[in-house]
């Protein structure tokens, strides 16, 4: 699944090219949302932050153009760096939600 895949013109993906590397043949690329092979699933219906399209995003028979992949080795560490900066904002979200319920449910208590 990818967010704001609805709205996306070109996706930033992730695959392993050489799995006899580990994670370390992870590579990065971009991909046009009308490449041929690439499919973008319905939206999901999610309980929370619904103000983002999230679909699956399918490949069959796609093929990418070697110069969209995205230069050096560091698919692995550009998708690691993504998830952890990601982080930071889901945590602030978080603490806003439970402030929110504390906040609703202090008057019952």
Same mark, same amino acid.
């Given at each position: 699944?990818? @967010?704001?895949a609805?709205?996306?013109?070109? &996706?930033?993906? &992730?695959?392993?090219?050489? =799995? @006899?590397?580990?994670?370390?043949?992870?590579?990065? &690329?971009?991909?046009?949302r009308?490449?041929? %092979?690439?499919?973008? !699933?319905?939206? *999901?219906?999610?309980?929370g932050?619904?103000?983002?399209?999230?679909?699956?995003?399918? &490949? *069959?028979?796609?093929?990418? =153009?070697?110069?969209?992949?995205?230069? $050096?080795l560091?698919?692995?560490?550009?998708?690691?760096? @993504?998830?952890?900066?990601?982080?930071? %904002?889901? $945590?602030?979200?978080?603490?806003?939600?439970?402030? !929110?319920?504390y906040?609703?449910?202090?008057?019952?208590?």
């Amino acid at each position: 699944w990818i @967010s704001n895949a609805m709205e996306a013109g070109v &996706f930033l993906v &992730f695959a392993n090219t050489d =799995p @006899s590397k580990g994670y370390k043949g992870i590579m990065a &690329f971009l991909v046009d949302r009308d490449n041929p %092979g690439l499919h973008i !699933g319905k939206k *999901e219906d999610k309980l929370g932050i619904r103000a983002s399209s999230t679909c699956q995003l399918s &490949f *069959e028979d796609c093929k990418v =153009p070697a110069n969209m992949m995205l230069p $050096g080795l560091a698919g692995y560490k550009i998708a690691i760096e @993504s998830l952890n900066e990601g982080r930071i %904002g889901i $945590g602030a979200q978080m603490i806003g939600l439970a402030q !929110g319920a504390y906040d609703y449910a202090l008057p019952y208590i």
